[in-house]
């Protein structure tokens, strides 16, 4: 795994500098490898909360010419951030050489594992990230990085609460609902307000299944929420984030109010 790295070679399980041996009067050639068909994290979201250290697995096939042995090329994906994967600011790649499976001669199925630590980036690195590959020949250390494998978000986790009061309450009578909504913030490793966000009230029957939108408003600078609503029957309020392309979506835990 490398993070903010500037240098141009591998790191984590993949950096082979013990073990490589370059030609002493010439480059050594880089595996002639492509990459395809790569799925992070089961092509979901990569939520990470204010002190998280998430763990993904990338699938991704590996094409190669009938004269390259797998056995001689260690692979891996590559998460990024600009537009280069070998030389990019914020990199992360996978925690152990992907694990391969043959196919054909010039075919290969691969898996590995990514950590992707919250402490290690800051608030400023959610968004889209990219997808990418490496690979580096066992014997001389030569890589090959490849870009453009697609995209997956990265995300802040978002905390958001709901209370409700009175509790019981008086049909027809006024019941305040009260929360926060929060985020998280990497480089402190807490959670801060997240204000001047539309956030709905919902509400689900005694009994029922689904939860309707009662209302829709917007947190506070301290992400403050607080409204009103009308005693009409028993059941469970909660406020509900949609999330944005850099916070994920949550809904609050569910207050009950009994009415009678």
């Known amino acids: 795994m490398r993070i903010r790295a500037t240098a141009a070679a591998v790191s984590g399980a993949l950096a082979l500098s013990a073990l490589a041996v370059p030609a002493a009067h010439a480059a050594p050639a880089a595996p002639n490898v492509t990459f395809s068909h790569m799925k992070v994290n089961g092509g979901k979201a990569i939520t990470l909360g204010a002190t998280s250290t998430v763990k993904v697995k990338a699938t991704y096939t590996v094409t190669h010419p009938a ?10 994906p590559v998460l990024y951030r600009g537009d280069s994967a070998k030389y990019a600011d914020t990199q992360v790649t996978s925690d152990d050489p992907g694990t391969c499976t043959k196919v ?7 898996s590995a594992t990514i950590t992707v630590p919250a402490r290690e980036l800051y608030d400023s ?16 250390g030569a890589d090959t990085w490849r870009t453009g494998l697609g995209t997956v978000p990265v995300r802040r986790a978002a905390r958001l609460t709901t209370d409700a009061a009175p509790e019981p309450v008086r049909k027809g009578r006024t019941i305040t609902v009260t929360g926060r909504l929060t985020r998280a913030d990497w480089p402190h490793g807490t959670w801060v307000a997240f204000g001047g966000r539309p956030v709905e009230l919902q509400f689900r029957k005694a009994g029922g299944s689904a939860y309707t939108t009662v209302k829709t408003l917007t947190a506070s600078a301290t992400g403050a929420l607080r409204t ?7 059941g469970s309020y909660r406020y509900r984030f949609a999330g944005t392309s850099t916070t994920s979506a949550v ?10």
């Open 125 to 140: 690195d959610a968004g889209t990230w990219k997808k990418g590959g490496v690979a580096v020949d066992r014997k001389t």
């Open 251 to 260: 809904s609050a835990p569910a207050d009950h109010v009994d009415v009678r």
């Open 67 to 76: 004269t390259v042995s797998m056995s001689d090329v260690l692979t891996g």
């Open 228 to 234: 009103t609503v009308t005693a009409g029957s028993a």
């Open 104 to 110: 054909d001669s010039t075919t290969a199925h691969c």
